[in-house]
């Protein structure tokens, strides 16, 4: 258990890092909602749920765009991409973390899920280098497209998870406030590509999207 709360910490900070994060074309100008970047939705081997109708990519958008997977019956927040956005590899590919758990149902224990998903999720860290890496996991939680709690592993993640669900929720919001009051370190380091971090005080404003579309 401590080694999956230390996983769960980190993974948090993970995401915190990644929400403090402020692309420089907010505010866009009115009515321009591109999220510059493509999602896939694919059926949810838990609930059945699969894509309105297809699964590949989306057709009439660009091919160099970042491609995000996520299953069909969840949904990630838009700030959540903004790690996407700052990577710089604009033709990469992501999964959302209930895809990757989804992928990995044979590996043995919630312990070893977190450690494969915490090793895919490195490119988002600082220093880290944005090479080649396939199926990159997207640093972010998720939350079924019907309820507005979220979770940090999946819609459909067990019971055994309430705990350290509650620990990430926890330690996330702790250090997004200590970041946005300038606290902390996690928002500090040079700008990275196409985002700069947060300064105290700043106004973030912020959009949503879903997949396949964008909502003020
Ligand atoms: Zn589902």
């Given at each position: 258990?401590?080694e999956e709360?230390t996983i769960a910490?980190r993974m948090?900070?993970?995401?915190?890092?990644?929400?403090?994060?402020?692309?420089?074309?907010?505010?866009?100008?009115?009515?321009?909602?591109?999220?510059?970047?493509?999602?896939?939705?694919?059926?949810?081997?838990?609930?059945?749920?699969?894509?309105?109708?297809?699964?590949?990519?989306?057709?009439?958008?660009?091919?160099?765009?970042?491609?995000?997977?996520?299953?069909?019956?969840?949904?990630?927040?838009?700030?959540?991409?903004?790690?996407?956005?700052?990577?710089?590899?604009?033709?990469?590919?992501?999964?959302?973390?209930?895809?990757?758990?989804?992928?990995?149902?044979?590996l043995?224990n919630a312990t070893d899920l977190l450690a494969a998903l915490d090793?895919?999720?490195?490119?988002?860290?600082?220093?880290?280098?944005?090479?080649?890496?396939?199926?990159?996991?997207?640093?972010?939680?998720?939350?079924?497209?019907?309820?507005?709690?979220?979770?940090?592993l999946?819609?459909?993640?067990?019971?055994?998870f309430?705990?350290l669900?509650?620990?990430?929720?926890?330690?996330?919001?702790?250090?997004?406030?200590?970041?946005?009051?300038?606290?902390?370190?996690?928002?500090?380091?040079?700008?990275?590509?196409?985002?700069?971090?947060?300064?105290?005080?700043?106004?973030?404003?912020?959009?949503?999207?879903?997949?396949?579309?964008?909502?003020?």
């Open positions: 258990m401590r709360t910490e948090a900070r993970r995401e915190a890092r990644a929400l403090l994060l402020v692309p420089p074309s907010i505010p866009a100008p009115p009515g321009v909602l591109d999220p510059q970047m493509s999602f896939r939705a694919v059926r949810c081997p838990w609930c059945g749920v699969g894509p309105a109708c297809h699964d590949e990519r989306p057709p009439n958008e660009p091919p160099d765009r970042p491609l995000v997977t996520v299953l069909a019956c969840e949904w990630l927040a838009n700030r959540a991409m903004l790690a996407v956005l700052a990577a710089g590899r604009p033709a990469g590919s992501y999964l959302s973390r209930a895809v990757f758990a989804a992928r990995h149902r044979t043995g090793a895919a999720e490195r490119w988002a860290d600082p220093l880290t280098s944005a090479g080649a890496v396939r199926d990159a996991v997207v640093p972010a939680a998720t939350r079924s497209t019907h309820s507005v709690v979220s979770h940090f999946s819609p459909h993640a067990g019971r055994e309430d705990d669900n509650t620990l990430y929720a926890r330690v996330r919001l702790g250090a997004v406030r200590a970041g946005l009051g300038g606290r902390s370190g996690i928002a500090q380091g040079p700008p990275e590509r196409g985002c700069h971090p947060v300064e105290p005080g700043e106004i973030i404003p912020i959009r949503y999207s879903t997949p396949g579309g964008a909502h003020a």
